[in-house]
């Protein structure tokens, strides 16, 4: 596997308010494969590699799941949203098509 | 008598070629659909190299996975650059004030690509506890095309935006 494929950041806003609704920012790197690019020195295809599963878990309630095809751009940015409403911690989960599972926890603690 | 076996053949000769435009309407109907369906044949390189070739038509992408419900373009509010320099790195952001209550709220939000050799780019399932219809990516285009966003909402209504995207080739920078 290449390195920093995997590479995860997760940016929640400073403070959050019970109840409020959040935006969460999330960033992974992984290249994205569409299996229609060509090497150029070998002119052989290079072979699909993407994220096409992302499901995001607020404590253990599955609260978004997107499917994703190669029209999603290298090293994906995504952004949702959440209800603050409880202290619970935030996972979200990328597969990728040869198997690969990414995945990030973050603590969302609102006052 | 010779009027009757005439106007006669001249009927079936009408229902027989009906039938078979019928015949291969549908079936060009079902080759064109099979590659969108069957996501597990997106995998196959094959499968794959075909249909990048040939490209899915946006229309028979947006009956297979809507029917024939109607989309309401409204309520959505979309936002993407009008001008792509870059068409492997275009942001878009989906946001609607539709409610997100427990028994009335948007379940899917679906991106299109128009002229992208798969349309479909993202859907994502959302929940009442999501809080807010909102979702944003950064996609890739292959090509200046018009961009849909269509939201579901959990009782089956239909809402939908559509831009055009106009994407640079070339380091120009538009």
Not at chain 1, 31 to 37: A, I, K, W
Not at chain 2, 109 to 137: E, M, Q, R, W
Not at chain 2, 149 to 163: D, F, M, P, Q, V
């Amino acid at each position: 596997m290449p390195r920093g494929i995997g590479k995860i950041k997760i940016r929640l806003p400073r403070t959050v308010h019970k109840g409020q609704v959040i935006a969460i920012k999330t960033l992974i790197t992984h290249p994205m494969e569409t299996g229609n690019r060509k090497n150029k020195k070998t002119k052989k295809k290079i072979p699909a590699f993407y994220i096409n599963d992302v499901n995001a878990y607020y404590g253990d309630k599955l609260i978004m799941h997107s499917d994703w095809t190669t029209a999603v751009s290298a090293n994906p940015f995504m952004t949702f949203y959440l209800k603050a409403d409880k202290e619970a911690p935030l996972k979200v989960v990328w597969k990728d098509i040869k198997g690969g599972v990414y995945q990030k926890t973050v603590q969302i603690t609102p006052r | 008598m010779k009027g009757n076996d005439f106007s006669h053949s001249r009927r079936e000769f009408l229902k027989k070629t009906g039938l078979a435009s019928a015949a291969i309407l549908s079936f060009s109907a079902l080759s064109s659909i099979i590659p969108v369906g069957g996501s597990s044949g997106w995998l196959g390189a094959r499968d794959a190299e075909a249909a990048a070739e040939k490209g899915e038509d946006i229309k028979e992408v947006l009956k297979s996975t809507f029917g024939s419900r109607r989309i309401k373009m409204a309520k959505v509010n979309m936002k993407v650059p009008i001008i792509a320099e870059n068409g492997a790195v275009v942001p878009i952001s989906i946001s609607s004030d539709l409610p997100m209550d427990k028994g009335n709220y948007v379940k899917k939000i679906y991106i299109f690509v128009d002229h992208n050799p798969h349309p479909l780019v993202a859907s994502t399932d959302l929940t009442p506890a999501s809080g807010k219809a909102a979702f944003s990516l950064r996609m890739k285009m292959r090509k200046t095309s018009p961009v849909r966003a269509i939201l579901e909402t959990s009782n089956g209504t239909l809402y939908g935006s559509t831009k055009t995207v106009k994407v640079t080739i070339g380091g120009c920078g538009g």
